[in-house]
């Protein structure tokens, strides 16, 4: 390598360094997190080594109890084993219980005979409790990628689905992916007309409906949907339009519900659909209008069969922005909506904060990132198509 090639490479030496940083390695410890056991092993190192030998069949060997009884008795840092308390618990509902009653009853009698855990505990005689332990064990699991999605290891090994009243994950991504749809064509709906109004007129009237674009894009979006949260209420400024011009005589439900998310969303994302759209219809001649009515084409022949596939490109671009973003909004969602209008992001936030179980928090954000990453190549290749460059 010549001297001029590697000062060349240590001038983009930054942006890598940048781009594995804040990019590269946030991804990957999002996708170790969702995989990675161990907290069960780490809490409790005797029960894993003796608890291997067990086939799961019945209850496991006297063994493998004195394994467990020894290391509940050890002294181990309160968060590590909390943490396994919460990893065993998603598992199966009771060991929040169940470990710290069975951990206070045998310290009380450090100086004497173990107790036997069936006497401490009931439950411990029950084999889906000592299941769960051994499949808490090993140091990689699928058990959030399967919780994710509504699905658990059974006992025999086999992948079944949760019981009904637990399975919830699949449902909030569902409406994740339609709200993200429906944010996406009324952002369509009104930038795609919008842009083609600020690119037909000049001068200041131009920048003018360029800056209404742009000036909510520079304000906090917080304040946005704080706003958008006093416009939206039952005396807020809408119903008191509507009821002053006797449109209506009661107050529309405009916030707290599906309206609320999508009034409120279309306006913070409308900023992303606008501008790319306008930067493909800046770039179109604009003798093509004219001229393809010279030739007899209608405004809508016209419209249909010259400048909307000139300005699919940005239209493309646009809804692919919109589409990914609103995929990961969380406060919009949360301050304008109901119970039943909360998106994944939510549920996200209420595993890394609300339980501290950052591999459940790292599945479900994983299943986010694959969705996004299959658009973002299905988009590369039909923009290379000829439909789309025409």
Not at 137 to 144: G, Q, S
Not at 145 to 165: E, N, Q, S, W, Y
Not at 175 to 203: D, Y
Not at 269 to 274: A, E, K, N, Y
Request: hydrophobic fraction near 55%; proline fraction near 7%.
């Amino acid at each position: 390598m010549t001297v001029a090639r590697l000062k060349a490479s240590l001038l983009v030496l930054p942006l890598i360094v940048f781009l594995g940083l804040f990019f590269v390695w946030p991804l990957w410890m999002m996708i170790a997190t969702s995989v990675q056991g161990g907290t069960v092993r780490l809490a409790f190192p005797a029960t894993a080594v003796a608890i291997a030998q067990w086939n799961g069949d019945g209850l496991p060997s006297p063994e493998v109890q004195a394994a467990l009884i020894q290391d509940l008795r050890a002294e181990v840092a309160q968060e590590v084993f909390g943490d396994a308390v919460r990893s065993l618990n998603s598992q199966q509902a009771g060991f929040r219980t169940l470990l710290p009653r069975t951990v206070t009853a045998l310290r009380n009698a450090a100086n004497d005979p173990a107790p036997k855990l069936e006497g401490i505990d009931p439950r411990w005689s029950q084999p889906p409790f000592w299941l769960a332990l051994k499949r808490g064990m090993p140091p990689y699991t699928d058990a959030n990628l399967l919780a994710a999605v509504d699905l658990k290891r059974g006992d025999d090994g086999t992948i079944a689905h949760v019981a009904p009243d637990m399975a919830v994950n699949r449902a909030i991504m569902l409406r994740t992916f339609i709200i993200a749809a429906q944010v996406t064509l009324a952002c369509a709906a009104i930038g795609l007309p919008f842009a083609m109004l600020a690119a037909s007129l000049v001068g200041w009237k131009r920048n003018l409906l360029l800056l209404a674009v742009l000036l909510p894009l520079w304000t906090s979006l917080l304040v946005r949907t704080a706003a958008w949260m006093i416009l939206l209420q039952d005396q807020g400024l809408i119903n008191q339009t509507l009821k002053a011009l006797g449109l209506i005589d009661a107050s529309l439900p405009l916030i707290y519900n599906r309206t609320g998310v999508l009034i409120a969303m279309t306006h913070v994302l409308l900023p992303f659909m606008v501008l790319p759209i306008y930067a493909s219809l800046i770039a179109i001649p604009r003798n093509l209008m004219p001229a393809a009515a010279a030739l007899g084409a209608r405004p809508l022949q016209a419209f249909r069969h010259v400048l909307l596939p000139l300005a699919m490109p940005g239209l493309l671009s646009g809804s692919l922005l919109v589409f990914m973003v609103a995929l990961g909004y969380y406060i919009t969602p949360a301050l304008t909506g109901g119970a039943g209008d909360q998106m994944i992001s939510s549920v996200i936030a209420f595993y890394a904060t609300g339980t501290a179980n950052w591999g459940m928090a790292g599945a479900l954000g994983l299943f986010l990132l694959v969705p996004t990453t299959v658009l973002y190549i299905v988009y590369g290749r039909l923009s290379r198509t000829p439909l789309v460059q025409a």
